[in-house]
């Protein structure tokens, strides 16, 4: 890839040719508000916080979605930058609804944080401001599109990296909105409930239904932990207040699956505080179960399997491993089929 030197705020940096100034600026240390854009996904240079000034340009221009040059020579922190960046919040409040007290997202959200860097109380403009009904009949997350700032994330990851292309824009001018299919609810849509959208969203427009009012944000202790639910082994970050688990966000910093997940991962975590799941071994005896010791339970197993083989033979034995175990856990079971029991019928649920 060809280089190219440029000075951003003074420095030279060296880039790559067709890198953005987002990106070279970012190389070197230097982070350019924004809010639209969300690296992995294209910019849709919407939110206009990450304007720069760039000599021989009489507009200022989206450090986003523009490329470097050689020679080029960028300034992000001027007098000019930042009054274009404030009047971008500005205009963004001035369609926002005042919930930060009850949103789900305060704490970690892209507007309020810049308001807050900003010294936005309140938007300087009055006028019509938009009263969507809050949609959220899936039982997974909420659209609160009052909260909307047209980021087009949403967009974005769902026909990009989803492929679903279950939401869009609609409408045009001041109406311009983010809607389903005729907007409709996302079940009458090919929504697969990925909540990708939910993940990149910047603001409290969507948020997960589970956890709603049981913890603000920097009450959530972030654990990462693996899925369980298969082979992939997608990194999760469960959220987590008084030892409970209250919902499951990513991070794009984080595993093989940088950010993404399938609806299973993301929403299926209620088994974990289930109160029907089995904390103690079972034994069925005369068609009822009763609660056993460990030992109990092993030696059943153990005497079992020693039956089938002397009077079967090993073949007559097999052993499903799972994808929600370790690849350590699926050795050991593997071994305990060849080497203790003797046969080779093993599967896996994942292997095809
Ligand atoms: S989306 Fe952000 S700015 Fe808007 S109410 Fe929620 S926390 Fe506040
Ligand atoms: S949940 Fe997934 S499929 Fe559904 S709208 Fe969001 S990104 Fe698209
Ligand atoms: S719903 Fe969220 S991600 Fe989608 S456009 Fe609105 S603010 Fe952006």
Redesign the pocket.
Known sequence: MKEVILKIDGREVRAEEGMTIFQAAKKVGIEIPHLCYREGLAPTAACRLCVVEVDGSRTLVASCAYPVANKMVVRTDTQRVQEARKLAIDFLLSDHPYDCMTCEKSGSCRLEKYAYEFGIRKSRFEGERHDYPIRGRNP??ERDYNKCILCGR?VT???E??Y????DYSERGFATKIA?FFDRS?QE??????????SVCPVGA?SEKAGRFKGREWELQKVPTICSYCGVGCTLVLNVKDGKVLKVTSDKELGINRGWTC?KGRFGFDYIHSPDRLTEPLIKRDGTFRQASWEEALDAVAEGLKNIKSKYGADAIGFLVSAKCTNEENYLLQKVARAAIGTNNVDHCARL
Not at 164 to 167: D, I, K, S, T, Y
Not at 189 to 198: E, L, S
């Open positions: 997974f997350f949403c990851v769902c026909h990296v989803q679903c292309e279950a939401v389903a996302m849509t090919p929504c697969v409930f990925c909540g990708n959208c939910v969507l609806v």
